[in-house]
């Protein structure tokens, strides 16, 4: 008999921890505007959870609560679980995070979402911005490479969306139903004319006959010229720092961002009035369930804090000269490594850094960009970053002189000068991860010009 009641209470403390770990894990793949909406969401729904306000705004309603507690108890704690209708930045952000996998990619992909407008369009010039601003805070991204992705997000849910203007948003439709031909070309270049509604004109210019003609106009009025109303818009949202990173005299200094985090605590003297009270059994599961999910997520709160703390100081103790003196002196760091120096998984290594910026001398970085592989060097004593390789490939390129372009050997060569000794294969492969052509493409396209 003891040893089954023994089993049952190892069984207990095992869920219990097994719910606490899933409460913290959730917790921590959220990013900072995500914890704050589960915090506020939590506040309102659990009436144990008092917020902390300022001395002379601090109403205590422990009356209210005690007369309405056996009226409400039902409605008061209901687990929604219906799947909450996602705004289109959350869709859009989803689709990101799945679909591209590139980090310079994903960067420029978030922060093109930050130009879309309530239609789901992005201006022409949107394009340009969003290459200058990464290339302020020192990402190595190319033009080509901020076009590319641009094209990406453009065959992204809801169709159309991510188009500079009417006709390549009605473009990109017709190409996701595998539609546009020269003919649908034409019509969607000038959609002035489909305005006016002219069939016999219309039909002389792309000698198409008339019934193939309505056809294909029907098939143009039947898209979509708005993308994104199907979704409830909501404005941009700036990127809120979890980090800090201060530079105090010679050192650095990192602190955990609190500053718009709802703080709160578990209301003992009210749980106490309520439990004098005869309850209901519904009434008692109710309460059970505030005080779990209430000291859960204050827990998890804690927790959450303790990790990024650690973590980021990791990130931070490795990139220390990165962050004094730039992108030259990035070192190649992986996940695994911050795993092993934390004493934290590596899923947990990569929940902690998805979503989480830290602001810097340098500016706002995601906690992800910090972590690149090393390369193959022929100096096998070199850790070199592949970020720092990437830079100077760039940067080498940037100043290149149109009249003597340079093959990869010759940038294999310049490199080797820098104290950079990397093989021909390993400069090809960057360059094409940066969506730079090979020499001979970049001379085709100078010819073209003169």
């Known amino acids: ?110 922060k093109f979402l930050e130009y879309i407008d309530n239609n789901g369009y992005i201006k022409n010039e949107d394009v340009n911005k969003v290459y200058k601003k990464l290339q302020i805070q020192n990402y190595n991204v190319t033009l080509a490479l901020t076009e590319s992705t641009l094209k990406k997000l453009q065959e992204f849910d809801p169709p159309g969306i991510f188009a500079r203007n009417l006709s390549e948003c009605i473009e990109i439709q017709l190409k996701i139903k595998k539609l546009f031909n020269s003919k649908y070309h034409f019509l969607v270049r000038n959609l002035e004319l489909l305005a006016k509604n002219d069939i016999n004109f219309l039909s002389k210019k792309t000698r198409l006959n008339k019934s193939e003609l309505i056809r294909m106009i029907k098939n143009i009025r039947a898209l979509n010229p708005k993308p994104a109303n199907i979704y409830d818009y909501q404005p941009n949202i700036s990127i809120v720092p979890d980090v800090i990173l201060k530079q105090n005299k010679n050192d650095l200094k990192l602190e955990i961002n609190k500053s718009q985090i709802p703080k709160f605590n578990f209301n003992k003297n009210l749980y106490k009035d309520i439990k004098k009270k005869k309850l209901l059994n519904r009434e008692k599961e109710n309460l059970d369930k505030w005080v779990s999910s209430g000291k859960l997520l204050l827990d998890s709160i804690k927790n959450r804090g303790k990790t990024l703390e650690k973590v980021s100081s990791e990130i931070v103790k490795h990139q220390k000269m990165f962050f004094k003196k730039g992108i030259n002196y990035f070192y190649p760091l992986t996940q695994k490594e911050i795993a092993e120096k934390t004493g934290f998984h590596e899923s947990t290594i990569s929940r902690c850094t998805t979503n ?64 950079i000794d990397i093989a021909r294969r390993t400069v090809s492969k ?20 003169f």
Do not use: C, W
């Open 1 to 110: 008999m003891k040893m089954k009641q023994n089993l049952r209470i190892n069984q207990s403390q095992r869920l219990t921890f097994s719910l606490k770990m899933q409460q913290s894990l959730k917790i921590l793949q959220l990013s900072y505007a995500e914890m704050i909406e589960k915090i506020n969401k939590e506040l309102d729904n659990n009436p144990l959870l008092e917020p902390e306000l300022e001395k002379n705004d601090r109403v205590y309603q422990k009356k209210n609560y005690l007369e309405n507690f056996k009226t409400n108890s039902k409605s008061e704690y209901i687990e929604n679980t219906l799947e909450q209708k996602k705004n289109l930045r959350e869709h859009i952000n989803e689709q990101i995070n799945i679909d591209i996998t590139n980090n310079e990619e994903k960067l420029i992909a978030k």
């Open 356 to 419: 989480k910026y830290i602001q810097t001398p340098k500016g706002i970085f995601e906690l992800k960009y910090f972590f690149s592989r090393g390369i193959d060097s022929k100096d096998r004593e070199k850790n070199l970053s592949n970020k720092l390789v990437k830079n100077k490939i760039l940067n080498l390129l940037k100043k290149e002189n149109i009249s003597n372009i340079m093959s990869d050997e010759n940038i294999v060569f310049k490199l080797k000068k820098n104290g």
């Open 430 to 449: 960057y360059r094409k991860l940066m969506n730079i052509p090979s020499s001979f493409k970049r001379k085709k396209q100078i010819s073209k010009h």
